[in-house]
């Protein structure tokens, strides 16, 4: 069975400080992930996935199979960006994706001004 | 964007009785939703996979009887939580998959409150 870890329940930085929220997988196979975010008093919603390879809102985030790992970085933090980040797994299921996430325990992070 | 929406926002039951929580994709038709539960700080536990005209697949360890899923349109699915009891509390979150497409979104969630 797939597996999602975010070691950190909470991350703390300063304004202008690069950040890094962790995570890391376990599964076999090829699996799809994903940074959620949820600000506050707001819905879940996708902050980007590892097959776009794409930067979003400063954060960018690589796949690394060798340390199944999926990392979250952004090199300046803004107060803004204080919010739940949730990375999830999405996995294949018999040739048929059905886009069912595992999600990880959640990082809260608190940028300070 | 895709929206989805879920009624009622909160409840509060009392133990014993049952409650339906709906969830709506406004703008788009949902092949699949997803029902999950959140438990306070803590991560979302995918609880059951709704897809439309067919008998909702649920996680080990979920009780389907209890938890009933319908999926009777492309843009509704409903979750009923029978016979409620105070364990039952919890915040019920579901998100919509559109036709052709595999990225969930996700509903404001629902905060149940069983008495």
């Known amino acids: 069975a797939q597996r999602v870890t975010q070691p950190e329940k909470l991350l703390s930085v300063f304004k202008g400080a690069p950040v890094e929220l962790k995570c890391n997988y376990s599964y076999s196979g090829s699996p799809e992930l994903f940074w959620y975010v949820q600000y506050s008093r707001q819905r879940l919603q996708l902050l980007l996935r590892h097959i776009s390879r794409e930067s979003i809102k400063g954060f960018t985030a690589d796949l690394n199979k060798g340390e199944t790992s999926f990392h979250l970085k952004k090199p300046f933090a803004q107060e803004e960006d204080s919010a739940m980040y949730y990375c999830a797994l999405s996995v294949n299921a018999g040739g048929t994706s059905y886009g069912k996430l595992t999600f990880g325990q959640g990082t809260i992070l608190t940028v300070h001004p | 964007g895709a929206v989805v929406s879920q009624h009622p926002s909160r409840v509060i039951c009392k133990s014993g009785t049952s409650v339906k929580i709906e969830c709506r994709s406004l703008?788009?038709?949902?092949?699949?939703m997803f029902w999950y539960r959140q438990f306070p700080k803590k991560s979302l536990m995918l609880m059951a996979t709704s897809n439309e005209g067919s008998k909702a697949t649920y996680e080990q360890g979920v009780e389907k009887d209890k938890f009933l899923i319908n999926h009777a349109s492309l843009t509704l699915s409903t979750l009923t939580v029978t016979s409620a009891h105070p364990e039952d509390s919890s915040f019920y979150i579901c998100?919509?998959?559109?036709?052709?497409?595999?990225?969930?979104?996700f509903g404001p969630g629902t905060r149940l409150t069983v008495t």
């Open positions: 703008d788009f038709q949902a092949t699949t």
């Open positions: 998100s919509a998959t559109p036709s052709g497409n595999y990225e969930q979104y």
